[in-house]
């Protein structure tokens, strides 16, 4: 496919500019009926698995806070591990949340035919039309971000996020946890968020720039806890693939139990502020036992060093991925690397 890349050195680069337009897109993109279907399957499920690879697992990992908020329980599992512990568990009743940008991975192919087979009923959310997992799933939602071609995936991954946290809002409307008001303030919340991201993105970007600037090391933690758990693991991917750098995201709280031997004056870390308040304490602590070791912090949150955009707890993820995204992005072209075909790496592994 032929895409300009509209000035921006990088499709990567262009692909995070899209993030703003390509949030309202996804959202409105979706179907009110083919959504409420998906909600009544997802609610009226024996268990709910859901599964994809790299990217889309943490897009998965984040829905598992979605569905617990409305009384669901979503078992968030690598589409590369599910035959081997999960599908035991699938029966007629079960139910498949199959996330794949491309809709081509084997992994999630492969399992998904395997749970059918099972009678389990799969619900498919892909960026791709026409692909494998569009024709296999029972119903499927579409992500609506455009074709993004940079390996490293960044918006694909904010516009699942919509389409997973609006099937949520709409199993809560089953399940008598959410109401049409919360649906309406969601709308509002990332009508604004799309904007806010829009107008932030230069700054966000010099930000990026300048933090980034500061990391000798090839090694570094991305931490975060609750929500933004799953982010810290995002970020450490895009790290990998645009800066061929290593990364580790850790639960704030893990930190304690190990990791932290690895900090020092010269060893970096992204912090997230979490956003549930109950744990701004273990936040709090665990800046202060870095600080004390003289670890050069990186912050992330509306108030941070990299700044995010103050949204939602449910769209924080989408804020605070953006900084990520563009510190990997960032550190990639300060080592000049191939950022949009990293070596060795192909956008989607279909064998
Ligand atoms: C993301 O930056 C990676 N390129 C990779 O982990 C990717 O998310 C994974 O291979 C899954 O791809 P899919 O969403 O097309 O299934």
Request: aromatic share 8%; net charge neutral; hydrophobic share 40%.
């Amino acid at each position: 496919e032929i895409v300009d890349k509209g000035g921006f050195p990088h499709y990567m680069l262009k692909e995070v500019y899209d993030i703003p337009s390509c949030l309202v897109n996804s959202y409105t993109s979706l179907m009110e009926k083919y959504l409420s279907l998906a909600a009544m399957i997802v609610y009226g499920a024996k268990n709910i698995y859901v599964i994809g690879n790299g990217t889309s697992l943490h897009a998965g990992l984040i829905s598992y806070y979605y569905f617990s908020e409305v009384g669901i329980n979503a078992n968030v599992v690598s589409a590369a591990e599910f035959p081997y512990y999960a599908l035991q568990n699938i029966s007629t009743g079960s139910v498949i949340i199959a996330i794949s940008q491309s809709g081509e991975t084997s992994d999630v192919i492969r399992s998904i035919k395997m749970a059918k087979q099972r009678g389990a009923v799969i619900v498919g959310v892909t960026n791709s039309v026409g692909s494998r997992l569009a024709l296999e799933s029972n119903i499927y939602l579409p992500i609506t971000a455009g074709p993004e071609l940079a390996v490293p995936a960044t918006k694909t991954f904010t516009s699942t996020l919509v389409v997973l946290r609006t099937l949520s809002l709409y199993t809560g409307l089953n399940s008598g946890k959410k109401d049409r008001k919360d649906l309406e303030a969601f709308e509002k919340d990332l009508e604004e968020l799309s904007k806010q991201i829009y107008t932030s993105l230069p700054q966000i970007e010099k930000q990026a720039e300048d933090a980034i600037s500061k990391v000798e090391k090839d090694s570094l933690y991305i931490t975060s806890s609750g929500i933004n758990f799953p982010v810290a693991l995002e970020g450490a991917l895009k790290f990998k693939e645009a800066a061929l750098a290593h990364a580790e995201g850790i639960q704030l709280g893990e930190l304690l139990h190990g990791p932290i031997a690895l900090t020092n004056k010269g060893y970096p870390i992204i912090i997230i502020k979490p956003s549930e308040e109950q744990a701004f304490d273990l936040y709090n602590k665990v800046v202060k036992s870095l600080s004390d070791r003289g670890s050069p912090i990186i912050s992330v949150s509306p108030e941070g060093s990299v700044k995010s955009v103050e949204t939602s707890r449910d769209l924080s993820p989408i804020a605070n991925v953006v900084p990520l995204q563009l510190m990997a992005y960032k550190l990639g072209v300060k080592r000049g690397l191939p950022i949009d075909t990293p070596q060795g790496l192909v956008k989607a592994v279909v064998s």
